[in-house]
């Protein structure tokens, strides 16, 4: 008589070994592999990956002297985590002194916050304390190291010595999305250099200008608009990007972000609605 070949393995199995569970039903083994807890008690289910949650737009900020108006905006983009840089367009940076004929003169790019801190106290600590200097170069010391000149900027250079910056992470490359001066003589120097550079990257760039009064409270005021059109700017091109592709996007060609480049006016004018006592205009321009 022929054994029957499925009791083989009944007999091959040693004594008091268990038989294994039977498989979980077809629906609950799917209900099962669609979230499994992690160790930490998260679910590892898939979702959006962290490149797409983690997707900002990089930032330049510019006024005059990159002290007030282009640092306050710097400073609160860098807390919404933007990545963001700043820069001054003047030939020598200058803040306010004894008289208006005798003004603080320092050089851009050698001259550290701290430093304009400690000389303004030690002059005259009342004047510089009631007039705001000395708490503006106080938050400034508390961002980045000293104030930058735009027509120094190296555009595509790796900022290697500004890795402390608040908002350096993501334009570690020396690379940005969007211009934001705070002036028009600003945004005039600003594209006019541009021009003269002669788009060797040939990469877009927007740039826009926000009308902002140069005194403390403005510039706070300044601060939050230029945020709140960041923010409107970045959900345009995070929708862009997931269109297109990260790959494309991320790469800087003109056709991934044509899409994106044509929505800029709409966006700004939305903006401008809500920021009436703020004047904006904007061009497209290339590094």
């Not at 268990?18 to 799917?30: D, K, L, R, S, Y």
């Not at 949650?53 to 919404?80: I, Y």
């Not at 140069?214 to 970045?234: R, T, Y």
Request: hydrophobic letters at 35%; one cysteine or more.
């Amino acid at each position: 008589m022929t054994a029957d070949p499925r009791l083989a393995g009944l007999a091959s199995r040693p004594a008091g070994v268990p038989e294994p569970p039977p498989p979980p039903p077809v629906g609950q083994a799917m209900v099962q592999s669609q979230a499994v807890p992690g160790i930490d008690g998260a679910s590892d289910e898939s979702g959006p990956s962290s490149d797409e949650n983690d997707f900002k737009l990089r930032f330049c900020t510019v006024c005059a002297s990159n002290q007030n108006r282009s640092m306050e905006a710097h400073l609160q983009l860098s807390a919404a985590k933007y990545p963001v840089v700043s820069f001054g367009t003047g030939s020598l940076v200058r803040l306010p002194g004894p008289s208006i004929t005798q003004p603080n003169v320092y050089p851009f790019n050698s001259t550290s916050y701290d430093s304009m801190y400690k000389e303004l106290e030690s002059k005259d600590p009342r004047l510089y304390r009631a007039n705001g200097l000395l708490n503006m170069l106080e938050r400034n010391r508390n961002v980045k190291w000293g104030p930058e000149r735009w027509q120094d900027w190296s555009v595509g250079m790796p900022r290697l010595n500004h890795l402390e910056d608040k908002g350096s992470r993501g334009v570690e490359g020396g690379m940005v999305d969007v211009v934001i001066t705070c002036e028009e003589r600003c945004w005039d120097a600003v594209v006019d250099d541009l021009l003269s550079r002669g788009s060797p990257l040939n990469r877009p760039v927007h740039i826009i200008n926000v009308d902002i009064k140069d005194n403390h409270e403005e510039a706070l005021v300044g601060g939050k608009a230029i945020l709140d059109l960041a923010d409107s700017l970045n959900k345009a091109a995070w929708d862009e990007r997931r269109v297109k592709g990260a790959a494309q996007w991320d790469n800087g060609s003109t056709a991934s972000r044509s899409g994106f480049d044509e929505r800029v006016p709409e966006i700004l004018a939305e903006w401008q609605a809500r920021w009436p006592q703020l004047p904006a205009i904007w061009t497209l321009g290339w590094f």
